[in-house]
């Protein structure tokens, strides 16, 4: 199988260590991909948004399956782009329609889906400018904190939950006018779900699904989940409240909805759906969906995928996935990702990084780029470290000796990843 991956952080990096491995492949390339996956096939300078070029680029080189990494192609409409082209339209597109991937696309979508098909979130309504000062009486009908959320995409940064109703309507008032850019020309406000956050992870047919390994990710740059949102800190699987009795729960209130709304829906849906989830005394809300992967999530659950992930694909694509075999690993995973210091804010960038030469981690390049032959930091997030072990603990502690091994100028990590589970 000749495969294209899109993409060129960590979630990709991983994707492309998980795909090489499949005896199904013949040829992966990655578009735009990082320095990492060009030792596992081949990078292609394509961005992941130039529909136009990654087609013909698919046509040249015999494309069979494009896996989608990132939200924008999927929002953007890339798999309608492909199967509405009589040349393209045989290539499996990993990924949902345009209207699938809405569920990502704009919180307001989201959340009438949820209330449509039954699957439990918080209250909610969406607001305009025109309507700010209905906006402002529901937020006042509320209890803190307040929930904020910019309809569209805003690259994982447009979510506020604030304490004090003033700030609350001040923050509305600069979403309006343009603090998350035309993400935030609608807002999302909705009642604060409180307890503890994991995130389930379900490939789909449309039809059919499997439940991949359970994550909680650590967005906030400081320890003690503190400070700044980020695109993620560290992520760690399995999740020990996640247990069999908590699971049964997601998978027949959100899971089995979620996948019979998107059937009543007539919502063509063949990839991955995140579902962020609150855990409120054994009892599942759901956040938000997304609709890919999330990152660095991804980093700590391929790991603990048993199975061939391009037969999981096959089955995706071919309305097949039931029929394929598939297994998760017992050991736990955990994830910390190393960034440049001032990152989420200003940071700089094209330090040189030295890597270990011999390592119990699997080092994830996230933000990466070769200068003259030389591996510098090109991004916020620079490497995600996975490591494996017996318990969270073991696999922690190989993960920080790999990371006392790394430098490069200014790195920053959280040293209480998984600590308060």
């Known amino acids: 199988m000749r495969v294209l991956l899109l993409g060129s952080g960590g979630r990709e990096h991983a994707f492309a260590w998980k795909i090489a491995q499949s005896p199904k492949l013949t040829k992966l390339f990655i578009a735009p991909g990082n320095p990492a996956t060009a ?3 081949e990078n292609v300078a394509i961005s992941a948004t130039d529909f136009e070029a990654l087609k013909d680029f698919s046509l040249k080189e015999q494309i069979d399956m494009i896996v989608v990494g990132p939200e924008d192609p999927l929002v953007k409409g890339i798999y309608d782009y492909f199967k509405g082209n009589e040349a393209t339209k045989h290539i499996a597109i990993i990924g949902p329609s345009k209207l699938g991937a ?6 307001s979508f989201c959340k009438a889906f949820m209330m449509r098909h039954g699957v439990p979130t918080a209250a909610y309504q969406s607001f305009t400018k025109e309507t700010l000062t209905e906006a402002y009486q529901f937020l006042e009908g509320l209890k803190a904190p307040y929930v904020l959320k910019a309809d569209g995409l805003a690259a994982g940064k447009g979510v506020l939950i604030i304490n004090d109703i003033q700030e609350a309507k001040d923050e509305l008032a600069k979403m309006f006018d343009g603090k998350f850019g035309a993400a935030s020309s609608k807002v999302v406000i909705e009642e604060y779900l409180k307890g503890i956050e994991c995130s389930v992870f379900v490939l789909t047919d449309g039809k059919s699904y ?7 990710d650590y967005k906030r740059i400081g320890e003690g989940d503190t400070g700044l949102n980020t695109g993620g800190m560290g992520a760690v699987s399995p999740v020990p409240f996640a247990d069999e009795v908590f699971m049964e729960k997601v998978r027949t209130r959100i899971v089995e909805p979620t996948i019979q709304g998107l059937q009543k829906d007539s919502i063509t849906y063949n990839g991955f759906i995140f579902i962020g989830l609150m855990n409120d005394g054994g009892e599942p809300n759901v956040i938000e969906y997304n609709v890919r992967m999330g990152d660095p999530e991804t980093e700590a ?3 603990r995928l048993d199975a061939d992930i391009l037969d999981l694909f096959d089955g995706v694509a071919n309305g097949t996935l039931d029929s394929k075999s598939f297994g998760i690993k017992p050991e736990s995973a955990v994830t910390v990702v190393c960034v440049s210091g001032g990152y989420p804010e200003d940071y700089g960038k094209g330090y040189p990084i030295s890597l270990p030469a011999q390592s119990d981690s699997i080092i994830f390049h996230a933000g990466t780029a070769t200068k003259d032959g030389q591996l510098v930091t090109s991004g916020g997030r620079v490497l ?17 000796a790999t990371i006392a091994n790394i430098s490069f100028e200014k790195k920053y990590f959280r040293r209480d990843i998984g600590q308060d589970l």
Request: net charge neutral.
């Open 384 to 400: 995600a470290v996975t490591s494996l072990g017996s318990s969270k603990e073991e696999a922690l502690a190989k993960s920080y």
């Open 301 to 303: 659950v391929l790991p």
């Open 39 to 41: 030792a596992l096939g």
């Open 102 to 107: 809405e569920l990502e696309g704009s919180k």
């Open 210 to 216: 499997k439940i991949l390994p359970e994550a909680k």
